[in-house]
């Protein structure tokens, strides 16, 4: 599934890099060597990553004992 459709960024793409780098999706975007052109996708990406952080985090404290 896309979850930016003007830069053709994959949900799948965004999750990997996600979990490597720090920063804001507009920061993931750079990563991928793109910048948002209509900005639609902004908010979704940025709950995306919030969940992407959130759950991993969880895992950790889980994992840790």
Not at 12 to 33: H, M, N, P, V
């Amino acid at each position: 599934m896309y979850l930016c459709i003007c830069n053709a960024i994959r949900e799948d793409d965004f999750r990997q890099l996600a979990r490597r780098c720090t920063g804001s999706a507009e920061d993931i975007y750079a990563k991928l060597g793109k910048t948002p052109i209509c900005g639609q996708c902004l908010d979704e990406a940025e709950g995306l990553l919030h969940a992407i952080r959130e759950t991993d985090a969880l895992l950790e404290r889980v994992l840790a004992g």
